[in-house]
């Protein structure tokens, strides 16, 4: 069955999605009422004392840090990352944190974490294992200067958007992909459109960041984004859903 024939049967009277981009063209597609639920995540605020955000600060010296936060493999973009580690070691430094997926990733990526997380370069910090608690993990989010957030051919929701936009940190993607459209919808970073990842670095550095995180847009829409794709929206999008609005 196409997958629209199954959305399209009358006895569905609601969808529900997590795609604010798409929504329209859902409802036009499906004749049938789409609604929007947030893409909640957990905020816990990250101790003061973080041991990984201590390292991450002492380590960086004072350059920006350009992080990839979550399953580490491919999709994500290491490659990328690798390319501005190598290129531009004084003027950026690069944060990998979360769960390898060792099977996800090229020879050369993986040689790439392994040689960060035994500190073989002085411009990279990894981080491997996993962040049990989200405090350790919004902890990475906190110690970021930007974070690279696309993921290539990704069929799952990721709410790290909601992440970097609550404590303000600018999100990092290419234009094309999903992601990249939520970005530039909300105002939540910046998008490449045309230029490579370490091309964008080089454009940018501790001042063009701190420019970007007090502009008016860029507060305005992290604020806008986070309340939209908070948790105590739940209820009134179930009511939605429900047709009790």
């Known amino acids: 069955l196409h997958p629209f024939t199954t959305l399209r049967a009358r006895r569905l009277a609601?969808?529900?999605?997590?795609?604010?981009?798409?929504?329209?063209?859902l409802e036009r597609l499906l004749g049938k009422r789409v609604t929007v639920f947030p893409d909640f995540a957990d905020l816990a605020r990250p101790a003061p004392a973080d041991a990984n955000a201590a390292t991450v600060a002492a380590r960086s010296r004072g350059r920006p840090v350009l992080s990839i936060l979550g399953t580490l493999s491919?999709?994500?973009?290491?490659?990328?990352?690798?390319?501005?580690?190598?290129?531009?070691?004084?003027?950026?430094?690069v944060l990998i944190a979360g769960e390898p997926d060792w099977g996800a990733m090229t020879a050369a990526e993986r040689q790439f974490v392994e040689e960060g997380a035994a500190g073989a370069h002085p411009n990279v910090t990894v981080i491997a294992g996993g962040l049990p608690a989200e405090a350790q993990f919004n902890a990475m989010v906190t110690a970021s200067s930007a974070?690279?957030?696309?993921?290539?051919?990704?069929?799952?929701?990721?709410?790290?958007?909601?992440?970097?936009?609550?404590f303000g940190i600018p999100a990092i993607s290419e234009r094309q992909y999903l992601i990249g459209a939520r970005i530039d919808r909300h105002a939540?970073?910046?998008?490449?459109?045309?230029?490579?990842?370490?091309?964008?670095?080089?454009?940018?550095?501790?001042?063009?960041i701190a420019a970007l995180r007090t502009s008016p847009a860029f507060i305005q829409g992290c604020e806008a984004y986070a309340a939209r794709n908070d948790s105590a929206r739940l209820p009134l999008a179930f009511a939605e859903l429900l047709g009790a609005r």
Not at 147 to 166: C, D, E, M, Q, R
Not at 191 to 207: F, I, Q
């Open 147 to 166: 974070v690279y957030v696309t993921s290539v051919n990704f069929p799952y929701s990721s709410n790290i958007l909601v992440k970097t936009a609550h």
């Open 14 to 25: 609601a969808i529900a999605t997590l795609d604010e981009v798409k929504q329209a063209d």
């Open 188 to 208: 939540l970073g910046a998008t490449l459109a045309g230029e490579s990842l370490v091309d964008w670095c080089r454009r940018n550095s501790t001042a063009e």
């Open 74 to 93: 491919s999709r994500k973009g290491l490659a990328r990352l690798a390319q501005v580690a190598r290129e531009l070691p004084d003027a950026w430094h």
